[in-house]
């Protein structure tokens, strides 16, 4: 399980440099999969949810200063005071009035203020980052449709029906080629309830995976382990896929 603190990881990249921070994103979303079994998808996540707290924060500070201007204005209007200096505050009230001190979300690592621009910054490069794979993300052949698929059971990788539960899975998954620690993941279930054909080795299943799915894409699959959290849901979706179908092995 990572113990990574996310909001300091991608303050400190642009802290040092704004211009250089995608490449630092990238790095260190390979450092996490690669140490961590955290994927792309979930490293991305946890970046995002950096960037919401972060607009919370200041969003916060924008309605707390707009309802002390609202309560200034009734007040002034009950006395008979003048408000024009008070309304043109709270019309130019602005996102862009309100800073975050760093020190005090960072605890005292990272010094100076982040502003709501600079938010939208780290915004906009992550989101160019998810958006570069999304649009580089092969699809799976196109010559075959998920019927198609479906009625081909690959009995040179699979015993007996056994495929239909490793399609349910990439089905209900929404299985794409991002999604490693998935394909990684029922490959090992699969095998530890003896589905493949006994000379299948996981450098067959990534060629399988391969010609039949992805165009060369998987290039490899880290060894996963149950003691997270989300492989242990993808466990419990797996056995509730299996039970669901009656399979046959010959």
Known sequence: MSTTNYLNLILSGYSKNPDTLKRYLIRNQKIEERDNFITEDEFYDNCKDVVLKLKEDIYFQYNNRKSELLEVLDFKKH????????????????????????????????????????IEFIENTINQLVQKDEHNEPQPKETKNSNEVKKELYNNIFKGNTFLLWFKYYQ????????????????E??????CFQNTIELKHYINWLNSEFFDGA????????????????????????????????K
Not at 172 to 187: A, E, M, S
Not at 189 to 194: E, H, R, W
Not at 229 to 242: G, H, S, V
């Open 79 to 118: 006395k008979g005071i003048d408000t024009i200096e008070t309304q043109k505050q709270y019309d130019t009230n602005d996102l862009s009035h309100f800073t975050i001190n760093l020190c005090s979300i960072t605890n005292q690592e990272i010094y100076g203020h982040l502003s709501y621009s600079d």
């Open 172 to 187: 209900n998954k929404n299985i794409d080629v991002t999604c490693k620690t998935d394909l990684r993941v029922i490959y």
């Open 189 to 194: 279930l699969m095998k530890k309830d003896n």
């Open 218 to 249: 998987i290039m490899e699959l880290k060894k996963q382990y149950f003691d997270s959290r989300p492989n242990q849901q993808r466990l419990k979706d797996y056995e509730q896929y299996k039970t669901n179908l009656q399979l046959t092995f």
